[in-house]
C-alpha cells in the first residue's frame, strides 16, 4: 500500500475481521513498528471489529497512514457501523461488563493496547471508533 493511501474494508464476517487485522499489520510493518505493537494494534482492531459483527452485523474499517505535526508517523484505524449504538458508553468502556455474552473486555481492551482511542456512539445511531497507533521513534 502507498505511504498516506487508505484502505476501506467492509466488515461482516469473521473473515473480514481478520483481513482488516492483516492489513493494519501489514501499514504496522512498513512504519518498522515493533513486532509488540503490530500485535497490539491487530488486537486492538479485532476487538473493534468483532463488536461491530456481533452488535452492528456490519460495518466497515478505514485503515490508513497518519502524520501528526511534529512529523511522527502511525496507523489510524476507523471502524463504523449503523447498528444499534452504545446505551452506556461509560458502563461499556468498564472491564467486565457485556451486553453480548463474552468476557467484557473488548472496548476497555482496546482502548489500553492502543495510543490514541476515541468512540462516537448513541443510541439507535451506530458507533465510531477511532484508533491511533504511533510508530516510536518515526
Excluded: C
Excluded at 488486537?43 to 452485523?57: G, H, L, M
Excluded at 511534529?70 to 452504545?86: K, L, S
Excluded at 445511531?125 to 497507533?133: A, E, F, I, P, Y
Amino acid at each position: 500500500m502507498a505511504p498516506d493511501a487508505a484502505e476501506l474494508i467492509a466488515i461482516e464476517s469473521d473473515s473480514d475481521v481478520v483481513t482488516a487485522r492483516q492489513r493494519a499489520r501489514a501499514l504496522a510493518v512498513e512504519l518498522d513498528m515493533p513486532s509488540t505493537d503490530q500485535t497490539l494494534l491487530a488486537t486492538a482492531i479485532s476487538e473493534i471489529a468483532r463488536n461491530i459483527t456481533t452488535y452492528a452485523k456490519r460495518g466497515e474499517v478505514l485503515i490508513d497512514l497518519v502524520r501528526d505535526a511534529n512529523g511522527r508517523r502511525g496507523v489510524r484505524v476507523v471502524a463504523r457501523d449503523q447498528g444499534p449504538g452504545i446505551v452506556d458508553l461509560d458502563r461499556a468502556l468498564t472491564d467486565g461488563y457485556t451486553t453480548g455474552g463474552g468476557l467484557g473486555l473488548g472496548l476497555p481492551g482496546a482502548r489500553r493496547l492502543v495510543d490514541e482511542f476515541d468512540i462516537q456512539t448513541a443510541p439507535g445511531k451506530g458507533t465510531t471508533v477511532t484508533l491511533v497507533k504511533w510508530a516510536r521513534g518515526v
